[in-house]
């Protein structure tokens, strides 16, 4: 089979397509045919050799990704071959024509969604409903700042939030972006690489402030989020590529705090709660994860830029 391997941590230019043998599940484990495979952010900081973990070379990068059950290990009784799954993780990389997973990480795909949008569920949906429920507490009537609403993470917290109850303002830094916001259930998009945007973001607050801020590039927005906060406010941190400068004060009248998370330390109650909320949206039609762009397996080092790339319109996936 085809599968894009690292052998060095570097460049995009270090993924490769390589022919290797196909994976064969042993028990306990599902092999997946992988349609398609998300593309997110910290794959990149692996691959650069950047992550605070990293995996040992060579490698097969991806932990999202959608297709049909191949081949199932012995015990394994929840899928069967030929069923449309999603993954949540994998023992062998997503970014090649199958993999390898352990039961617990394969879940059923509705027949509504395509394999790109079953490969944007995982990261960005989990990410999305963890900052948003477990780490940020929201509650319904609540009023939550998506400040990064474009790119998968973001489209997936906006649809969350309004299913959850809440009043969504968000942030991208195009039309198309804003617009995708919009048509996520954002009530209003402003532009965060306008300078005067959060005097903007103040005002839309209507002088209360935001209850949650779900900050998806922390070392530039970190200090402006806090004085957004209403009293009891909270930031919680998903994304952050640097150092933030913050004033305490601005926390301690308003009793705010900020929370922060990767999504490898879920506890497994965290991880199942999330499936089933993710699968309960999905089946109704309140979730519908948002696909931008789409590229072959072989255009991976392509898909990593594009991912790093100013100008997010829902979630990058390879197509395999
Ligand atoms: P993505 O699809 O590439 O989207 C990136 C988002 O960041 C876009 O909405 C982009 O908007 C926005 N952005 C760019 N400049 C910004 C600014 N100045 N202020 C606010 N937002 C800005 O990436 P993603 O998958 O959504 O991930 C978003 C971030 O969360 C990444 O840093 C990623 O590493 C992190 N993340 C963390 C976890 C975790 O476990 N903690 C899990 C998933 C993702 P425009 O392109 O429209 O400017």
Redesign the pocket.
């Known amino acids: 089979m085809k599968a894009i391997r690292v052998r060095k941590f570097g460049g995009p230019e270090e993924l490769r397509l390589e022919e290797v043998p196909e994976p064969r599940p042993g028990a306990g484990q599902v092999a997946v045919r992988v349609r398609a495979a998300g593309v997110?952010?910290?794959e990149t900081?692996i691959r650069a050799g950047s992550y605070a973990s990293l995996p040992e070379l060579p490698y097969t990068p991806g932990s999202d990704g959608a297709g049909t059950v191949h081949a199932v290990g012995e015990g394994v009784s929840s899928v069967r071959p030929g069923d449309r799954v999603y993954l949540a993780g994998s023992l062998s990389g997503t970014y090649a024509e199958y993999a390898l997973a352990l039961e617990t990480q394969v879940h059923p795909l509705p027949a509504r969604l395509s394999f790109a949008q079953g490969a944007a569920l995982w990261?960005?949906y989990g990410?999305a409903y963890h900052a948003l429920v477990h780490q940020g507490g929201a509650r319904p009537g609540e009023t939550v700042l998506v400040?990064?609403?474009?790119?998968?993470?973001?489209c997936a917290a906006v649809q969350l939030a309004r299913a959850l109850g809440l009043t969504v303002l968000g942030?991208?830094?195009?039309p198309a972006?804003r617009e995708l916001a919009l048509a996520q259930g954002a009530r209003a998009v402003f532009d965060?690489?306008s300078p005067g945007h959060f005097g903007e973001l103040e005002r839309a607050a209507g002088g209360r402030g935001f209850d949650l801020v779900l900050?998806?590039?922390a070392n530039?927005?970190l200090g402006g989020d806090l004085k957004l906060l209403a009293r009891g406010g909270r930031v919680v941190v998903?994304?952050?590529?640097g150092e933030a400068v913050i004033d305490p004060r601005d926390l301690m009248g308003r009793r705010g705090s900020i929370r922060a998370?990767?999504?490898?330390a879920l506890a497994p109650e965290e991880e199942r709660e999330i499936h089933a909320y993710v699968g309960a949206g999905l089946a109704s039609g309140a979730l519908t994860p948002a696909v931008g762009r789409e590229f072959p397996l072989a255009e991976a080092a392509a898909a990593q830029a594009a991912?790093?790339a100013?100008?997010?319109a829902g979630?990058?996936v390879l197509t395999a």
Request: overall charge positive; aromatic content about 10%.
């Open positions: 997110n952010p910290y900081y990261v960005p990410a400040h990064g609403a474009s790119g998968g993470v973001g942030t991208a830094g195009t972006g965060h690489s900050e998806m590039l530039v927005n998903i994304g952050s590529r998370f990767t999504l490898w991912v790093m100013r100008g997010a979630k990058i």
